[in-house]
């Protein structure tokens, strides 16, 4: 901010030297524009301030990580993007190396829209080892209601969050008799009529890696419905389903 502000009192004192018309108004507009960057940036900065947990440390975040954060975040105005950028701000001074320079440029890229669509499918996510959007038949209606569809998910895949594929699927195999699933901090335990190895079926899409580092600052809430809606399939397959409670935020 001070370097910033160094270069805005350089610019106008340029103006104040003889220049032509048109030199004035490119200035007048240079000063501006920077003074527009420097407003979103202390926005984006002091919402972040006010999220930080105790033991936070942002003075030891990479210098190279906030010189790019701050280049691809200068021209956010908007106040719920300038939030999603605030929450990835805050994280990284949480926790150093959460969030790749790969994921700041594609959140530069995204608008509200994109935002509110890769929210909706976060929704749908469960974890075992890693984040997983359980999107087992796109017509089904849990999906259509929440705006869900084979065209929100192909558009996901081509901004690189996630990975789409409509026909074989996913799955993981190697389980034993019992495996650990968690929903929004709710705890799941899956255990299987044999002892192994046991296949999962884990629907028609994966997270990227972006995908991964995103879904937990997207501001995604449980869906109790959903959540019956999947352990319902699963014990549809003759798998017993433990564990089964309300999920914080529904």
């Known amino acids: 901010m001070a370097r910033a502000e160094a270069d805005s009192d350089h610019i106008r004192a340029l103006a104040r030297i003889e220049l032509s018309q048109i030199e004035e108004r490119a200035l007048e507009r240079l000063v501006h524009q920077e003074a527009r960057k ?16 105790p ?32 929450k ?3 994280g990284e001074a949480s926790s150093p190396g959460t969030f790749s320079k790969r994921t700041i440029d594609c959140v530069s890229t995204i608008d509200k829209r994109d935002a509110a669509l890769f ?27 929440n705006g869900v ?7 996901l895949d081509s901004i690189g969050l996630l990975s789409f594929e409509s026909v074989a699927g996913y799955q993981t195999s ?15 335990v899956l255990e ?37 809606y999947v352990v319902k399939r699963w014990r549809n397959q ?3 389903v433990n564990g089964v409670a309300k999920p914080p935020g529904t």
């Open 174 to 188: 190697g389980h034993t008799r019992r495996v650990h699933f968690h929903y929004f901090g709710t705890p799941t």
């Open 38 to 53: 420097q407003e979103n940036i202390e926005s984006i900065t002091a919402q972040a301030a006010r999220t930080l947990p």
């Open 119 to 145: 929210t909706q499918v976060a929704q749908f996510v469960w974890d075992c080892e890693e984040p997983v959007p359980m999107i087992f038949e796109i017509n089904d209606e849990i999906y259509q209601r």
């Open 149 to 155: 569809s084979f065209a929100s998910l192909k558009h």
């Open 88 to 90: 990835l701000l805050a």
């Open 192 to 228: 299987f009529p044999s002892d192994g190895p046991n296949t999962i079926r884990l629907g028609h899409a994966l997270l990227t890696t972006i995908g991964q580092e995103l879904v937990a600052v997207c501001g995604a809430q449980g869906n109790q419905e959903f959540y019956d």
């Open 55 to 86: 033991g936070a440390k942002p003075d030891q975040l990479d210098e190279d990580w906030i010189a790019h954060f701050f280049k691809q975040c200068d021209t956010v105005s908007d106040r719920e993007m300038q939030s999603l950028w605030s």
């Open 238 to 240: 003759s798998i017993v």
